[in-house]
């Protein structure tokens, strides 16, 4: 599967990004998605998941009430709304497809099998 993120920028705190990744192929609705970060000097850290039929949606802590993934299977399509932007938010966020054994709960970067090449988010205090 091959995603192709956009919608990054240069943003104020507590403003708003929405992020999309549009899917070449006709299984990644077969496929828990997710989005993941890296800020610099940092390691790749899970952001949100959902699972294939849009349900077991999970966040990391520090995003839980200001970002939203939701997913399009006819579109195939990910998003992720962000608002309430922090600093540090500022990190490349990466689309992923296909998370093996996801089931709604924090997830490994290094279990992901199909990674987009990313869009940087900066957010400005």
């Known amino acids: 599967v091959q995603m192709v993120e956009s919608g990054g920028g240069l943003v104020q705190a507590v403003g708003s990004l929405r992020l999309s990744c549009a899917a070449s192929?006709?299984?990644?609705?077969?496929?828990?998605m997710g989005w993941f970060r890296q800020a610099p000097g940092k390691e790749r850290e899970f952001v949100a998941g959902i699972g294939w039929d849009g349900a077991y949606i999970y966040y990391t802590n520090s995003v839980k009430g200001r970002f939203t993934i939701s997913r399009d299977n006819v579109k195939k399509t990910l998003d992720l709304q962000m608002k309430s932007l922090k600093p540090e938010d500022t990190a490349v966020y990466y689309c992923a497809a296909d998370l093996p054994g996801y089931s709604g709960s924090d997830y490994s970067p290094n279990r992901v099998r199909s990674w987009g090449k990313g869009t940087q988010v900066t957010v400005s205090s």
């Open positions: 192929s006709r299984t990644s609705r077969d496929y828990a």
